[in-house]
């Protein structure tokens, strides 16, 4: 029996977000119906196929599912599909997106009937705003989310990964919202009513770069392939066998990475001591370390930066992800079955250690467990809880959270929580406060308080209280587990060691609080042969298999993103930790979560894996093109590197943009539309579109593109999104106050009970701003003991300078 086996879930319409949703409640056991026209899913045909023409995407998607075929031309169809909405516990609607001929039913009305029934609903953009109604893809989303046009070439065009991104993201982000629904229910609240943007799910992983650019202005341009604007080097690179990911961020690495090359000029070179600095000497320092990497083997200096604590990480290909034993004893890759067809697939990343996530499963055929019979015994149950459709409060109030997370992606996570109405208490120490307030400890830094004016900082850790203690010291690590002794979940996202060598490890703190959910957010897992490996979001996204997918048959492997692992592990981490809550707050057990981040990546190339564990196919890398839809790519338009996204789903959507940009004779072609058939002229199609986007400033084409229900999106700059007229006509960016830095904006969660978004009811904490609240309010210390602790060092509100430590 999985954690969440007392839950029916319907899940209607076609969206790749909602079916991810309603895949991560069938990995812990809840009863997933899937319902279906007679044609199926229209996602049963999406690319990439098996050698039996089964989509590995759909499978990805769907198994552990059950199907119910309903078909609108029945007579019976809407009262059959109503008697089974009112029979669950969570409905998942993805109808906006594509309705996929499910019949339209009263929600409003069955909400009234079965007050406990939670509702989420997936649309690209939402019902308000100017793009509200766009036709979308997966890349025409991203590129207005920000997340194209800073990959590629200097001289463009943008290169983008392919499609199934925004799905996942979003499918997690409607996962949290309705499991923190089910954590409220179980407090006798009604269920709640949510709509989810796809459009701003996506800004999850461009916010760090939205708010940078707020704080440094219009500064960040494309710089190459595998490479990004903010640090250097961040990046891919051959060596003498295999590719080899790099990372080096802090002083101390750049050091290491220069040591380990032997490279002492650089080493030493003062203008070389922040990647910020080194970005300006690129090419000196890529003509130097380049060849030094291709003497050695990718394995060779995965080993050596293993040594010297260098997130370095060998690129796999997609049969290094499959022979990985690790990642299938994990459950990272687990077994599939389509059909007749055996394969492999991305598992559940939520790893529960005592309620672990099911193991692979059946992808369920066109109406498996489809009947009327099967309806009715469905429909016979009702939601569990009872009360007011508006129910007051939010869903994780009275929940608390202790965080000894830093960075983007245990803060993301906990922010989340926050959020959502959880308490938070962020613990920092003066000694070593989070590195996102800044990693340079000289003393004009530290003297100035620079390390409270970072927008990254103050954007992932709002609605959180914020403490500091020194939790080397004995009466610093009593008070952290005072703490903890009363809290819900800890969260932590240091090296797999840090808090066990502390004395703060789960067999210490789960016998102190036999009710707490614990979770590690490592990068490689607490049991993995990697576990002292050190790690980047970027790190992550190297180590995934995914930058072998992306770009240029004839290219190196591509990112896709300066941290794509920190905001995907973030949002997993959420996800696993409200599982367990669920599961915590039903049998009053706690449990340790061992959440490997670079795990957390294998989704996003899942269907690659599949359909290499069924034949060996290496992946097709189509560039900008897509296996499906033709045209498809990102195009030139007038001005200074300018560009929009367009994608072509059908040939109806073919035939518009044809007439469009002036070729009626391709719209009248009959055999143009035939995929294959425009694919065989592809390149004549794409001078064709280039040459109408050319003219055109790039919302312009947009406009007229959108107006003829094409799909398209101009190519977004992080900084273009702080004025983007969509996110402001929804409230999206809430300014706020905040001391140090004053009035900026921050960005709202992507999930909505109505149409404004979650308020941000508190900003970011100063160092150590809420010490008496906390010690005084919770833990009952005296005026006389706080200010011994003060003196001691233990607790303070001024970062520590190089020197202050070393003394």
């Known amino acids: 029996m999985g954690v969440l086996s007392r839950l029916r879930v319907i899940e ?33 045909r999406s690319a990439p196929l098996t050698p039996n023409g089964q989509s590995a995407w759909f499978a990805f998607l769907n198994f552990n599912k059950s199907s119910i075929i309903i078909d609108p031309a029945d007579p019976d169809a809407v009262a059959c599909l109503t008697a089974l909405v009112e029979g669950c516990d969570v409905l998942i609607d993805g109808r906006d997106v594509d309705a996929a001929d499910c019949p339209s039913i009263d929600i409003t009305a069955i909400r009234r009937r079965r007050s406990g029934l939670i509702y989420l609903e997936a649309s690209w953009f939402g019902h308000q705003g100017p793009y509200a109604g766009f036709a ?31 799905g996942i993201l979003a499918g997690l982000w409607g996962f949290i919202a309705a499991a923190s629904s089910a954590v409220a229910r179980m407090r006798g609240g009604a269920g709640r009513s949510w709509s989810l943007s796809i459009f701003e799910s996506s800004l999850a992983l461009s916010e ?35 590719w080899l990911g790099i990372t080096t961020i802090t002083p101390a690495q750049w050091r290491g990475f220069c040591d380990m090359l032997d490279l002492s000029e650089l080493r030493d070179d003062p203008a070389l001591v922040l990647g910020v600095d080194r970005l300006h000497y690129m090419e000196r320092i890529e003509r130097q370390f380049i060849p030094r990497l291709k003497t050695r083997t990718a394995q060779d200096w995965f080993a050596e930066g293993l040594k010297r604590k260098i997130p370095i990480v060998p690129v796999p290909k997609m049969s290094d992800l499959l022979q990985d034993m690790e990642r299938k004893e994990r459950g990272a890759i687990v077994p599939v079955l389509l059909s007749e067809e055996e394969g492999l697939t991305a598992g559940s990343m939520q ?14 055929a066109p109406g498996e467990q489809q009947g009327f019979a099967n309806i009715r015994r469905h429909a016979s149950g009702t939601a569990a809880a009872s009360g007011r459709i508006e129910a007051a409060g939010l869903p994780l109030h009275g929940v608390r959270v ?19 109405g959880a308490d938070v208490i962020k613990i920092e120490a003066i000694q070593y406060p989070d590195w996102w307030r800044g990693v340079d400890r000289r003393p004009t830094y530290v003297d100035g308080q620079m390390y409270e004016k970072t927008m990254r900082f103050c954007m992932m850790n709002r609605n959180k209280r914020g403490i500091t203690l020194d939790l080397k010291r004995p009466r610093g690590l009593a008070l952290a587990k005072r703490l903890v002794a009363g809290a819900d979940i800890v969260v932590d996202n240091y090296s797999v060691d840090v808090l066990p060598k502390l004395g703060l490890g789960y067999d210490v703190l789960g016998t102190l609080n036999p009710r707490l959910v614990m979770m590690s957010m490592s990068a490689f897992g607490a049991n993995s042969i990697h576990r002292d490996c050190r790690a980047y979001g970027s790190t992550l996204e190297q180590g995934s298999g995914l930058p072998n997918v992306i770009g240029n ?11 794509f692992g920190d905001a995907v592990g973030g949002l997993n981490g959420c996800a696993a930790v409200l599982v367990a809550l669920i599961h915590a707050r039903t049998t009053g057990q706690g449990q340790f979560i061992d959440l490997a981040q670079i795990e957390c990546m294998i989704p996003f190339a899942a269907p690659w894996i599949t359909i290499h564990s069924l034949g060996g196919m290496l992946p097709t890398r189509y560039g900008n093109r897509h296996p499906q839809f033709v045209p498809h790519g990102c195009f030139r338009c007038v001005g200074e590197d300018n560009w929009i996204m367009i994608a072509a789903t059908d040939a109806y959507m073919w035939q518009r943009l044809a007439l469009l940009i002036g070729r009626p004779d391709w719209a009248k072609d009959a055999s143009l539309k035939s995929t294959e058939a425009r694919r065989g002229i592809e390149d004549v199609i794409e001078r064709g579109i280039e040459a109408w986007t050319h003219t055109r400033d790039a919302d312009q084409a947009m406009s007229e593109l959108q107006a003829a229900s094409v799909a398209a999106g101009v190519a977004r700059l992080p900084i273009d999104l702080l004025r983007d007229r969509h996110l402001g006509s929804r409230g999206f960016l809430q300014n706020v106050e905040r001391a ?20 941000v009811r508190t900003v970011a904490p100063t160092l150590g ?21 003060e003196r001691e060092g233990i607790i303070g509100t001024k970062m520590l300078s190089e020197g202050e430590l070393a003394r």
Not at 13 to 37: H, I, M, N, W
Not at 232 to 240: C, D, L, N, Q
Request: net charge negative.
């Open 12 to 44: 209607i319409g076609s969206s790749a977000a909602t079916s991810y949703c309603a895949r991560l409640f069938a990995d812990f056991g809840a009863d997933v119906q899937k319902v279906e026209p007679p044609a199926g899913d229209p996602l049963r």
């Open 136 to 166: 979308a893809t997966d890349s025409t989303v991203r590129a207005l989310a920000g997340l194209i046009k800073l990959v590629g070439p200097v001289e463009g065009p943008p290169l983008h990964a392919p499609d199934f991104q925004t």
């Open 208 to 242: 760090d770069l939205m708010f940078e650019a707020f704080a440094r202005g219009d500064v960040m341009r494309r710089i190459g392939i595998n490479r990004f604007c903010l640090t250097f080097p961040v990046g891919i690179y051959e060596t003498k066998k295999g």
């Open 351 to 364: 790893r529960l250690t005592s309620t672990p996530p099911r193991r692979g499963g059946k992808v369920p």
């Open 402 to 420: 202790i965080d000894f997370s830093m960075g983007w992606a245990g803060p993301l996570c906990t922010r989340t929580l926050a959020d959502l």
């Open 553 to 563: 048959a004839d290219g190196p492997p591509v990112m896709s993103h300066i941290a």
């Open 740 to 759: 140090f830095i004053g009035s900026h904006p921050q960005p709202s969660i992507p999930i909505r009970e109505g149409e404004e978004p979650y308020a």
């Open 769 to 789: 701003q809420h010490n008496r609240e906390i010690l005084s309010g919770l833990l009952g210390l005296s005026d006389a003991e706080i200010a011994q602790l």
